[in-house]
């Protein structure tokens, strides 16, 4: 435990994201690691849960959990330095089967991990500066979806994950999906933001006290994140999520962040679902490994 005592010390000092952060890992395991880089006094670390489960080992994005990984005196490393500090992290990497990890957007260097296959993901993230401006330069169909949310509908702030959990269901459904958390892991997550400060529920409903769709945000030092959101399948064109998203910006200014993530998606529609709000689109890391032989025989079906 010593050295998550040390990281914990320096994140008191050098906020990291709030997937990096002691209280969402120990809330995710009470047994999170993390590895040390020290050059020149400079440091890096790698953050992350350390999960077994019917005797496989994995390195990975926890449930909720965009981003992990790397932290540290990042604005001080010229891209050799980052290479030496990685090189030191990656050779004390304890044993595992699945390595599957996204880096914050934060990290702008080249990764080159020598048995690792690397690949880029996108997001979507929008600075936090004037609130007309940025209401100005939505796409005009986004403005008349919000003028409909505000004319229809209610927005209201709440504690309770329920209706969340059915709308997350239902959007999930359209997509032919799965939910793959219970409620009660939903509702133990946005406890534990709350109790830390760091997260927001919102609702829009209607004069009949319907749900038409349910959002969850969580906030670092200079961040917002759009956690996860869903929509009412009964009330597709009501703008529901449109006024949401633009309801959770304006918290986030309000509350002094500097930068809103949509999160990015791979999925083309909500990719373009997002991009009507006209944010500057983002790169960031995927590293992947897998050691297990029974792993790759099921990729291959």
Known sequence: MILQDKYTKYCATNNPCIFLSPAWLSFHDKNWKVIESCINEHYMYFVFVYEKKMNFKFIRNTLLTPYAGLHGDL????QKEFNLHLQNIFRQLPKFDIFHIDIHPSVRFNLDIQGFQIM??????????????????????????IKKFNTHLK???????????????????????????TLGYLQKLYKHC????????????????????????????????YLC????????????????????????????????DFEGSMITGINNFFKNFAPQEYSYWNIQKNNSFIFKLINKK
């Open 229 to 260: 959101g869903g929509s009412n399948s009964l009330f597709p064109n009501s703008g529901a999520m449109s006024g949401l998203m633009w309801q959770a910006i304006q918290t986030s200014i309000a509350l002094g962040k500097s930068y809103f």
């Open 155 to 181: 927005f209201i702030s709440s504690q309770d994950t329920t209706p969340l959990y059915n709308l997350l269901q239902q959007s999930l459904a359209k997509r032919d999906e799965k939910i793959n958390f």
């Open 120 to 145: 880029k993901k996108r997001t979507n993230i929008l600075r936090l500066e004037d609130k007309d401006l940025i209401h100005k330069n939505f796409k005009p169909a986004l403005q008349r979806q």
């Open 75 to 78: 604005e001080a490393f010229t």
């Open 194 to 225: 709350k109790l830390h400060d760091a997260g927001h529920l919102f609702y829009a409903i209607d004069k009949n006290n319907n749900y038409h769709a349910g959002l969850f945000l969580v906030h670092d030092a200079t961040h917002s994140y």
